[in-house]
Each structure stands twice: as C-alpha cells, then as structure tokens.
C-alpha cells in the first residue's frame, strides 16, 4: 500500500464518508488539507465567513437529512465556527466540523492562530477529537459521521494538527468503529409501549405533542398514522413544523409562547401529552410549574437524557421515535381489533371550538405593507414542495404562523439558539441539497446585515436562492417586547436612527436592492400590498442567480398570540382588535 500525506488521508476518509459538499475557507494550518481537495470529487464552497459555513453546512443537512460538512484553520477560523456548532447543538443537526490546528509541538505555547478549539467546543458538541498523528486519520473520521448521523443527532468537532496532515501514512478505512459507551437506543422497550398503549386508551384529553426529533427521525408518515387511527389532535412545535400537515384537521398548530391559541389550550387543557422527540423547553411551557398541570405524560425520545429532565415522565420510553410509533401503532390497532378504543369525542370537539373562535389573525396597517400578509402570500405563491429558511425574531414567528407546511424537511430555522445570521447561509446550504427546489430565506433587515455578504457565494457558485427581506427597519422582536414592557423606550433597536435627506427622498443605510445589485444578484423592492403578489411572482421567475426582495413593512407590527417570558401559558395574550372578547374562560 503507498504512502500518502495524512491531508489526502483526510480527504479520502471524507469521500469514503460519503461527503459530496463542503463548505469553508482555507488558512495556514487546515493549508496542506485544500491541495488534495482541489482534485477531489467533492464540491468545495468558498464561503466569505466561517459562521456562514457553519450554518449552510446546518441548512444543508436539515434539507436532506445527510449530515452537513464544514472546514476552517485554527484559531479565528475555529473560533468562528463556535456559532453554528452551538447552534446545531441546540437543534440536534447532524454535523462535522472539520478545523485544523497548530502542530502537536506547538500545542500549549501560545502560537501563532492557536486556540483549543476542542475544549472550547466541549460543551456544545457530541464528541471533539484532536488528531496528531496521521494514522489515526480515517477512523476518527468515521467515528464522527457516525456520532453525527446516529442516536440524538448533533454536531462533532475533528481538529487536526498541521503535522498529522503534512506526515506520511497509508489510508486505511476502519471496518468497524471503537466507540466504548456509545450504544444508543433505537427500540422501545415493549412494557413501556403497553404501558403507553394504556395510558393513550384510558385517556379522555389526550395530545400528540410533537418535538424536531420526530423530523430527526424521518417519523411524519407513523405520525400521520397514529394521529388518524386514534383522532388525538397534534401540535408541532417551532422545531416541528412540517412534520403533520398543517391543512389536516386535527392540527391545532404550533404550541408555546407565540403558539396558537388552540395549540396552547390543547396542551395546559390535557389529561394526557403523548410528547413525541420534544424536550418541554421554556418556549413551549412558560411557568413549568403552571404547565399542563392535569397532565400524565407519555415522554418518547432518543436521548434519555431528556426523558424527566424538565417534566416528570409518567412512562418514559427511550428509542428512536419512528420505531417508538411503529410498534405504538401496532399495539393500538391491535386493541382497537379486541374492540378498545378511547373516548375523545367531547374533546375533540372542545379543541375545535378554540380553533375556530382564535384563529391566527393580524391587522392591515395605515402605514407600510402588513408582514404577515407578505409572508402569507410568499407561502401561497412558492407552494408547499418549497424550502423556508428563517432568521430569528418577529418575521420568524410570522413565518412558522403564517405559511402552512405540508412537508417535513421544508421549514429551516435556528430554533433553541435563536441565531440571528441564520437565514441566508441556511438558505445557501439547503439549495446546494437540493438543487431542483425552490428555496426562499425569509430574513429580517437586521438579521439579514450579519451574513448578506453571502450572497457573492451564491451569485459566484451559482445557487439561485430568493431571500424575503421583511424590513422594518428595527430590531423588530426587542422593539415589541420594548413596546409592551419598556414603557416604549426604543433604545438601540432603530436601525435607521440617523437617516439623511437626498433631495425628496430618503436615503435608506443600506439600499437593500443595489446591495443585492452590488453582489451580482437581483434586487427588487416592495412597499404597497397591491404589488406583493406580482413582486413574488417575478422573484419566483428568476432562477439563475439570487434574489432579493426589499418588503418594507410596518414597524408596529405585532406577533400575536404571545405568553410573557416566565408567565404562566394560562396568561396567553391574544390582540384585542382582533378578538375583542377574548376570554380566558374559554381555555
């Protein structure tokens, strides 16, 4: 067998992987890695920041479910990467980070673009390894695909020293992997699914609380099947949106703090939450205390970790939530064969009513178009099959709101670290995994200023993405809560705070569509609602390039419903002008 350097080494334990794209930028110590690369099959995409790399190799892997690769040096390199680690941390992305380091001599003395990037990143990865030497190459890489890819998934750092890229070694692809203690659970265990069998049949308020990891799972048809066989209404969290149909008529929508009224009801209402890969985060149960407080709870999740962790599991089943439905569904349709079935007619009938008297609504504004009718029709125009990758704030909400979603895998957004910067990258990353869908960013103007330079990659690797940007010129989710809580004291949030006057006009910092212009894409503006239809369809039209659509939208513009952090979901607000006789009563 020849020699080769441990940075071909690499790249064929990359192309072993199955790796086809790459997102990053070189530097001094990953250097001797992008010489082998250059004549590799896999497709190298030059970002022009590394949290950019991060998050598109995020939105790639979140669009395809294969895991998302991503590449930088030491030191700034890595540390940029921190971000997006983190954040597919939070979300659970399969993910390999891929950093180099200084040589294994200079490791602790303070050289030149060196930072321990593995410690750093400890806390917000599955595993980080730190690789000096040149043999071990191949099956470290293995070891992180699979950590990335299996059980909970999430993002793996591999940091490798210049020297083991630079030493000669031969390329030897593991056979099998030595992971000691790493065993994850995929198969319920079947006492704990009679036990929920029973639980589910006794049950007169049940729901089927649906977290991301139903997603993760690849489990929307099971979901779709139990949901139908028993008649339990559902709710798809933030991170679950796609995952059950939002036409189907048991869908009470998304639960939690910007949660429909009916989803929120559902769940504080229940006598029974069938929790489905969802970690009862704060968003979703306000005051833990006051959350669901009739409830027995049926917890199903990969990670055992999370069974019990913020809520008592009255049945804790761990294993992979496609196979947990699986065997659910068997179960239930063989007690419905010996004439069990339960009783959720009164129920169901209550959620409905909610549904019916709250739906989601919002105010035409005096002034500037209405965001959530730009969204709504974005949604409508692009058509279900499209993908939606939001950044974090109001349009975000108004996003997960306002355009329904059919498909799993078609909703993209930065969910538990709520990452502005998120949008565009994501956007990138997804259109490369999918090259034959539409794929639109849904930004905010301030989101949007943190990784639109992104948008010379894909004018220069041709990845035709549509960014929406709803610009209200404000930061608009601090400005709301600045609104209801501060008094109305804007502080820091106008992000026009000293504009100019050019003759009659208004010089807008930046002019989002020269900008667009500037990076070779197509830029477009919007400001009256009787041209949102035909400025979307003429975005709709352009498929070479990128394009940037400037919606000028209303600044006092709300997400309604909403639950104050740290109140009690029972505390929901609803608008007034759109429900004036909003009662509490009713849930």
């Not at 190459?137 to 591999?158: D, K, M, N, Q, W």
């Not at 100019?500 to 503006?525: H, N």
């Amino acid at each position: 067998m020849s020699e080769i350097s441990g940075a071909q080494s690499l790249v064929t334990s990359l192309e072993a992987a199955g790796v086809d794209t790459i997102f990053g930028i070189p530097g001094g110590a990953i250097l001797p890695a992008y010489d082998p690369l250059f004549d590799s099959s896999i497709r190298h995409i030059l970002v022009r920041h590394e949290q950019a790399a991060g998050h598109a190799a995020e939105g790639y892997a979140a669009a395809t479910g294969k895991v998302g690769v991503c590449m930088a040096t030491s030191g700034p390199g890595a540390t940029n990467l921190v971000t997006p680690i983190a954040d597919a941390y939070m979300d659970s992305v399969p993910m390999v980070a891929i950093t180099g380091q200084v040589a294994a001599s200079l490791i602790g003395t303070d050289a030149f673009q060196e930072a321990d990037i593995r410690g750093i990143t400890m806390p917000i990865t599955k595993h980080s390894f730190l690789v000096t030497d040149a043999d071990e190459i191949p099956a470290r890489i293995a070891e992180a695909f699979h950590l990335a890819s299996t059980g909970r998934p999430g993002p793996v750092l591999v940091d490798v020293a210049k020297n083991a890229l630079q030493a000669s070694t031969t390329f030897r692809w593991p056979t099998e992997l030595q992971l000691p203690g790493y065993r994850p659970v995929t198969k319920p265990h079947a006492k704990q699914i009679r036990e929920a069998a029973k639980l589910i049949l006794a049950a007169r308020k049940p729901v089927l609380y649906v977290g991301g990891g139903t997603i993760r799972s690849g489990a929307h048809r099971e979901l779709r099947k139990l949901a139908e066989l028993t008649g339990i209404p559902v709710v798809t969290t933030l991170m679950a949106r796609g995952a059950f149909p939002d036409s189907h008529p048991q869908h009470l929508g998304m639960p939690g703090m910007h949660g429909t009224v009916a989803a929120v009801a559902g769940l504080q209402k229940s006598d029974l939450i069938i929790s489905l890969g969802a970690r009862f985060d704060d968003r979703v149960t306000g005051d833990l205390k006051t959350f669901a407080p009739h409830a027995l709870v049926i917890h199903a999740d990969i990670d055992p970790a999370e069974i019990g962790k913020n809520r008592h599991a009255d049945v804790p089943i761990v294993g992979d939530i496609r196979e947990v439905l699986a065997d659910l569904l068997i179960t239930l349709e063989a007690e419905r064969a010996a004439g069990h079935e339960g009783d959720y007619e009164s129920w169901v009938g209550y959620v409905a009513g909610i549904k019916k008297k709250y739906p989601l609504g919002y105010d035409t504004p005096d002034e500037g178009l209405a965001p959530q009718y730009v969204i709504e029709r974005l949604g409508a125009i692009a058509g279900a099959e499209a993908i939606f990758a939001a950044g974090v704030g109001q349009h975000q909400m108004w996003a997960a709101q306002f355009i329904g979603y059919e498909h799993p895998n078609t909703w993209l957004n930065s969910g538990g670290a709520g990452t502005m910067g998120y949008s565009v990258p994501a956007a990138m990353g997804a259109k490369v995994g999918r090259p034959d869908a539409t794929v639109w960013s849904i930004d905010g103007d301030g989101c949007f200023q943190m990784t639109n330079q992104e948008l010379a990659t894909c004018a220069i690797n041709d990845i035709p993405i549509k960014v929406a940007v709803v610009n209200n010129e404000n930061l608009g989710m601090v400005r709301q809560w600045q609104t209801l809580f501060y008094n109305e004291r804007y502080s820091n949030t106008d992000l026009q705070n000293h504009q100019r006057q050019a003759g009659q006009g208004r010089i807008r910092i930046p002019d989002f569509p020269k900008l667009a212009e500037a990076y070779g894409c197509v830029g477009l503006s919007c400001d009256s609602a009787d041209d949102v239809d035909a400025t979307i369809e003429k975005a709709m039209e352009v498929n070479d390039v990128p394009v940037v659509v400037d919606f000028r939208v209303n600044k006092d513009a709300m997400v309604w419903p909403m639950i104050a952090g740290g109140a009690s979901n029972d505390e929901i607000q609803y608008a007034r002008d759109l429900a004036p006789n909003f009662d509490h009563d009713d849930l």
